[in-house]
């Protein structure tokens, strides 16, 4: 027997769906400026909350003796929507994030393992606001300033990031400069480099031009 | 003749088109976190505008002696994208609204016939703020937040609810705890309630587990 | 006795305060872009979420045969910052709310009494949408449009009206062409009406210039 | 030879994708309340994030003796999603841009050339704020308020205009109010004007009813 | 010496300042709907956007054998305004978080240490989307939705959440509604819940009424 | 005489102040997150919404012969919490604004005099966007990204640059990295540029450590 008390607001339950509650990401239709379509919300299953990739330490075998995995809208579709995104960093012994901001949202730092040097550089006359971080410290890196993180501990450390945005994206300073075909003249008069500095980072970044 | 002050914005309006204007929902095609897609201006027409449905009192033949007409965007698709949705409540001597909360936006609810006694519970030390209304009073529940409605009056009573969302939602209290299959011994432990209790309420209420 | 659970969240409950609950407007305090600064939430009582002056009807005694009382954020501090706010129209036969528009938000009307002939304005090619609204009817204008509401039915009409801000705003067509003093040969510039109209006008509703 | 730096955040890179770097509207694609679905970033060029069509004059022989070339989303899609577009009016001697208002934005007028009178009408007592700009002069036109520029120099104009909304929209009182099917004796019970006034007008701007 | 460079941007420099950098809450001054007043950039330090407080384990001493700790605007105004914070949680072995919800936002939960028991109720059929989360998976809980966790392994337990916004607020299920004055009849006509339950879990809470 | 039509929104009028219409900022009061506090609208003038200081040649006498002069907030208190703001950049032949990025809005630029090679750089594999924009042409960056201009034509070049927020904000990557006192060793680590190449530098802008 269904008691009548379920029909009192059947007509709201029908008409409460995804749009107020969830819209997880169907990576597969077009986005929109705010994210992607809402897959249907008939379909979705708790799996679709759930990411388990931070699990595993990220590939430290590069150059900077770090790597990140992210929990983007993009790998995380059950966050679309919802402005907020995660990701994990893990440093080897004196490994860097290279300088790097976030287009689309704030970002903080929480220190899982080790110690870090974290920092960022402030728009108002170039103010840099760094501090040590150990185990349990977190530090916010506000909206689309360039921030970074070093590894100065005496063993490997590893982070977890928020941000606040589904998509906060990153653009990382090096690879920004040197890993494209912006032409060396224009950066160098933009950046006040020099020339061979420019064509040394692009020969080993992969930049041209 | 047509004048030639029509040309002067010709390419203004034919740029001005549903975007800034409006975008009545099309309820087939799949939604964006913010909205349904909009419906093509071009079909668009003034019913898409107005919606009848909160002319009838609503059935209030369920053991909360009270009911609840919705006209979010699901059934009033003219409204999408626009931040704001109405709904009615008719209750019965004695009927009333279960505890719920709107994820989604801050309600105000205007009482058009009788007496009810309204409130909402603030997470700020739980503090309770109620009040018996009378016809024409107003009240705000701000968004997320339990709150509740009870006709106190003699005779049956009618309010109109305004919220600050297209797709407010609603979460029922009762509902939310037993009309599901969360696990009994889960909702002990995360409510404090007596087991029995609350598989007495399963039963009535349609939940299992 | 105080039971421990009491202090599981001693914390948060410290923490969450005014900002995610609601922020009941000083109307003393310097305004910001988005609304009043906040009242000091240990003070704030269940009356600030109420507002009983939508009770009465409205002067109608006017040229109009139409009388408007706001519930706004500056009469109604309770909904500072919630994005919502009421008001009330009554209309005496043949009464009218002249042609306007609300910079800051969505409207949505609804009949409480009467028949209402109601419509707004797109800036699409300029197209009117209308309808003749009956009792418990509700019709949405879109934000920022001219739309109007005339009572057309054989007797007094009352409306409610809901806004998607807690400070619509309202620029009433005649009174912003007419009541203030823009020079008479820039309205005509800027209207195509003519400078007699203009001046007739002018007289009647006290502009100047 | 590719660097493994190129590695380390090869997982954010490709995740990095269009969402929070740009969303180029897709013209043929439903759209959503927030603007145009995203074109697909892989066949994204420079050429979408450029607009060229206002380096030449706009067309002035109207009645007006002003044109307007709009640079909205639906011309320039490059700038769907990111809350800004321009325009620009060309005035002859004494040319004037109506009475208008944009529903979706503020506007900010640059004089490149020549002598404008403007003004904007407020929704408070119905002030009036105008000021006479000369070359090179800024002047903001609040959302959604009543705003107006006239050529009031010996000499052609040109402005350039600035919305803080990819799709502000226009709203141009004349063509509102006179060219469309609106009925006259309505537009004369919501805005005082005489009815052989409203019929000249609608005669000359092409409205009926 | 100084290089001219310098001036370059002189002016913009100057003009930069707190409020698009980031504007660290003044807890003393009024808050506004959005956050606190900025403390004067000036005196801001690299000290103001780190917070320690999560590095130590929560008092678990109470009856749910669970604690949290915030760090939300209140205890870390470097995050005012930037729509993110964190928090801690630890938990005994069979400790639980109560069924609760966050009015300003959504939050994803981090497993650090053991294997925790979590879910979240949708508004959607009441649907309860469940999951035992292992050390680093994550989970997301959509805004103002009703969530728990529960610590199911055999040791202790340790979660890191975050949410969307600065000040996420919290509303605990069971203090929500035992830990006030709001009258035991009302609490029973809004919650299906019996009397004596309700009597009883006021007496456990330091509930009246 | 007064007409009683001026009294149908009496109410409403006094209630339609600043909040809805405009909040010019107050420079001397404390900020909130979204701006200043607002300036009492019972003191602004017409000179409050305008600014005339893009008039002028900005000073190109510097190593980049380029100069900007901003009309942000700071500078035009009018725009405050409007979600606009404008600026205007010279060019000597050869001179360039350096790559920057603007934390809190998208931009767009217009060429009003000259030719200028501009571009940004995404963060979707750092692939770049340029183009030579000529007198009319206009190009948008997206929020938050790496971007220049660089006057490549034989005379000098202006343009004026709108953004889609009152207090953008401009991160100069020069001076970011050269002008303040990040230790060298942490620049060499987080951007692979020589010590060499950065103390050089750091000596020519006035950065230290």
Redesign the interface.
Known sequence: M????????S?????????????VG?LT??????????KN?AIV???D????G???RA?T????K???????????P??????????RADFEV?G????H????????V?V?EGTI?A?????????????T??????????????H?Q?NTGPSPATV?V?????????????????????PTA??A??????TA?IK??KA???GTG
Chains 1, 2, 3, 4, 5, 6 share one sequence.
């Not at 007509?11 to 819209?23: E, K, M, T, Y």
């Not at 075998?61 to 900077?64: A, D, V, Y």
Request: charged share 10%; glycine share 10%; net charge negative.
């Open positions: 269904i008691s009548p008390v379920i029909f009192i607001f007509l709201i339950l029908s008409s409460s769906h995804a749009l107020q509650d969830f819209c169907d239709a077009p986005e929109s400026p705010v994210g992607y379509a809402c919300p299953k708790a799996d909350f759930v990411f388990t931070l699990g595993v590939n075998s590069n150059s900077n770090a790597g990140v995995i992210p929990a983007f809208a993009p790998q995380f059950g966050i679309n929507g919802l402005g907020i995104s995660l990701a004196g860097a994030v290279p300088l901001s976030h287009p689309g949202g704030s970002e903080v929480l899982a040097f920092g960022f550089i402030s728009s108002t006359s170039n103010k840099v606001y760094t501090k971080l150990k185990k349990g410290d977190i530090m916010v890196f506000p909206q689309g300033l360039l970074f070093v977890f928020s941000f606040s945005s589904a998509t906060p994206g990153v653009q990382l300073l090096p690879l920004a400069l040197f890993q494209n075909d912006l224009v950066i008069a933009t950046t006040s480099l020099d500095e040394k980072l080993i970044l992969g």
